[in-house]
């Protein structure tokens, strides 16, 4: 094991073991094992090129870990059980994730998986979560797992439905009519496409979008796509841009037409990629003029009135007892965090520590965790609140400008929408 993976580990709180068949570091340290305990895993990036959102999962996890065992545990069935955390690293690999959950869902047999990551991931994860019957919240945001009746559940948004707050604004907005979309290559990409194709083509809704291209997550230079919304704004076709990417490339993206000075031509729409997984002050002035789609960012700005107005008072209750923890206080947190609260309720619920009575317990059902009330349906896809946040900056720093649309996200998976929109 480096020295750099020691440090990470030793910085989550987490003792490391060596799993020779499958490369990973897991861990078992947290609560005492045996059958006075509820064991629960955990599939993160704690090394590789998403390591830095593995390293928010692992502090978020273990302060709830932290929070519920001083608080007694969870109870099952009339008994009150301790919590195990066993935690792989999936070294941001398809393969490594794959290896950890058949050994969770196998040899660990845990009862639940609190996370994995990415679409690709979360592909690679999911049969074996269903064949086991082990629910499993995954951070990926395809819909190719959310078929009826899997253990794959989420708290955020589909690939399908990233868009739609973005589109709400269209649709209200006098100064939007027609917006131009520049979008990943992949899936994420192929779905932003589809969903404003039937929005604006099928559905009856007024204005158009058009395509100014596709680019790889690793793109560096964005100056064609820029000149293309600048022509296309000129001629008098677009009003707005939409982009779809997220975390680094939509920091570089954003970086970049704030330098080339687009956002003084027109509105930059985004969805998720825009603020729940960007890191926001770490782009500073590069958010003026920028509409995002904030569910976890929300609390962030939660002393912001316009943003408060968007969350429960029950949820900022929790919010408030989340800041006392020794917890990240990052959008990526706030969501792992929500993930281990349902996980935790979805088990009292059931009163049970079997996957397919926790799943039924999970479906349908109504809970309220620190972003708000969400439900998830038999395809593991949430109702969750959100806001389109419009941001502007005070110096260097972002600030709310407005909140032009809140509601509570559908959970749409395919396109058309299996319910009215």
């Known amino acids: 094991m480096d020295s750099t993976r020691r440090s990470l580990l030793k910085r989550s709180g987490i003792a490391a073991a060596a799993i020779s068949t499958t490369g990973l570091a897991g861990c078992s340290s947290f609560g005492g094992g045996g059958g006075g305990t509820i064991k629960l895993g955990a599939i993160n990036p704690l090394s590789g090129s998403a390591a830095f959102y593995g390293e928010l999962a692992t502090k978020a996890q273990t302060a709830w870990k932290e929070q519920v065992n001083e608080n007694g545990g969870i109870e099952v069935d009339g008994s009150t059980r301790q919590v195990e955390l066993v935690e792989y690293d999936d070294e941001s690999k398809n393969s490594a ?40 919240f995954t951070h990926g945001f395809t819909p190719q797992v959310n078929d009826p009746g899997t253990y794959m559940m989420r708290l955020t948004v589909s690939t399908v439905m990233d868009a739609y707050p973005a589109l709400q604004q269209v649709e209200k907005s006098d100064e939007i009519q027609n917006i131009g979309v520049i979008a990943e290559t992949g899936d994420w990409g192929d779905d932003t496409l589809a969903l404003m194709d039937w929005w604006f083509n099928e559905s009856g809704h007024e204005g158009d979008y058009k395509n100014l291209g596709r680019f790889s997550f690793s793109q560096q230079d964005f100056s064609s796509y820029l000149t293309k919304a600048k022509q296309a704004y000129n001629n008098g076709e677009i009003d707005a841009l939409y982009v779809q990417t997220w975390a680094s490339a939509m ?164 396109i058309p929408p299996e319910t009215d929109l």
């Open 97 to 136: 994730a794959r290896s950890a959950a058949k050994r969770l869902a196998t040899v660990d047999d845990v009862s639940m998986i609190l996370s994995s990551w990415r679409s690709t991931g979360a592909i690679a994860v999911a049969p074996i979560a269903n064949q086991n019957e082990v629910p499993t």
């Open 251 to 414: 920091q570089r993206f954003l970086a970049q037409q704030h330098r080339e000075g687009l956002h003084e031509m027109m509105p930059i729409l985004t969805g998720l990629g825009g603020a729940d997984f960007n890191s926001v002050d770490d782009v500073g002035e590069a958010m003026e003029n920028v509409y995002a789609l904030g569910v976890y960012t929300r609390l962030s700005y939660a002393d912001n009135d316009a943003i408060a107005e968007t969350i429960s008072d029950e949820a900022l209750t929790q919010f408030d007892q989340y800041k006392q923890l020794d917890a990240p206080m990052h959008p990526v947190a706030f969501n792992v965090y929500a993930d281990a609260q349902i996980s935790q309720r979805g088990i009292e619920e059931a009163g049970s520590t079997e996957g397919a009575e926790i799943r039924n317990a999970l479906v349908g059902t109504e809970f309220t965790t620190l972003i708000g009330d969400a439900t998830i349906n038999d395809r593991g896809q949430p109702a969750i609140p959100g806001a389109l946040i419009k941001f502007g900056t005070d110096g260097d720093t972002p600030v709310v400008d407005e909140v032009p649309w809140s509601g509570q996200l559908p959970p749409i998976t395919s």
